[in-house]
T-cell receptor, first 117, second 113 residues
Framework: AQSVTQLDSQVPVFEEAPVELRCNYSSSVSVYLFWYVQYPNQGLQLLLKYLSGSTLVESINGFEAEFNKSQTSFHLRKPSVHISDTAEYFCAVSDPIGGAAGNKLTFGGGTRVLVKP | ETGVTQTPRHLVMGMTNKKSLKCEQHLGHNAMYWYKQSAKKPLELMFVYNFKEQTENNSVPSRFSPECPNSSHLFLHLHTLQPEDSALYLC????????????FGPGTRLTVL
């Protein structure tokens, strides 16, 4: 079974400082990789995804993540955070379920980012 | 409404009650999922439905009973729950394995007394 490890459960950071959230996964086969964000009292929203192609993927709100196959990592970064980035961030790996339609996401434990003024 | 909706948003129930959670997706997807999100634990996949057929049951206790009457609706019927079942229950949908992306609803916050 796949596993996803997010090493940091909480990351406090000052506004306008950079932040990096670490994610490592266990699969040795081709997978899809995702970062989801969960704001307080809301469901998960897709932040960005890696499916194939360029190993550096970006979101519309300044986040980026780099797929590193040799290190089985997909770390998330933002060079300058805002107060509004306070949320919980989940890394996930996708497997097709038996090759049929539908897919299985395995999530990491989440990293709670608290941006301080 | 757009996206994935869930009702109710909050639910408090006793251990002897029977209640149902509802999820509806307006995205034309064919696969739907139930997840459980507890404090300090990773998201747990409970059930997967593809074209109304259950394709995964992740060893979920029988006091949770899913129902998928069509590709747009998903229910989770609850009966004789335990306090440890208190959690946020999230519904998601996807368009098969294409791009592997799942879209989530806002969740139902369940409290079992």
């Amino acid at each position: 079974a796949q596993s996803v490890t997010q090493l940091d459960s909480q990351v406090p950071v000052f506004e306008e400082a950079p932040v990096e959230l670490r994610c490592n996964y266990s699969s040795s086969v081709s997978v899809y990789l995702f970062w989801y964000v969960q704001y307080p009292n809301q469901g998960l929203q897709l932040l960005l995804k890696y499916l194939s192609g360029s190993t550096l993927v970006e979101s519309i709100n300044g986040f980026e993540a780099e797929f590193n196959k040799s290190q089985t990592s997909f770390h998330l970064r933002k060079p300058s955070v805002h107060i509004s980035d306070t949320a919980e961030y989940f890394c996930a790996v996708s497997d097709p379920i038996g090759g049929a339609a539908g897919n299985k996401l395995t999530f990491g434990g989440g990293t709670r980012v608290l941006v301080k003024p | 409404e757009t996206g994935v909706t869930q009702t109710p948003r909050h639910l408090v129930m006793g251990m002897t009650n029977k209640k149902s959670l509802k999820c509806e997706q307006h995205l034309g997807h064919n696969a739907m999922y139930w997840y459980k999100q507890s404090a300090k634990k990773p998201l747990e996949l409970m059930f997967v439905y593809n074209f109304k057929e259950q394709t995964e049951n992740n060893s979920v206790p029988s006091r949770f009973s899913p129902e998928c009457p069509n590709s747009s609706h998903l229910f989770l019927h609850l009966h004789t729950l335990q306090p440890e079942d208190s959690a946020l229950y999230l519904c998601a949908s996807s368009l098969g394995t294409l791009r592997g992306e799942q879209f989530f609803g806002p969740g139902t916050r369940l409290t079992v007394l």
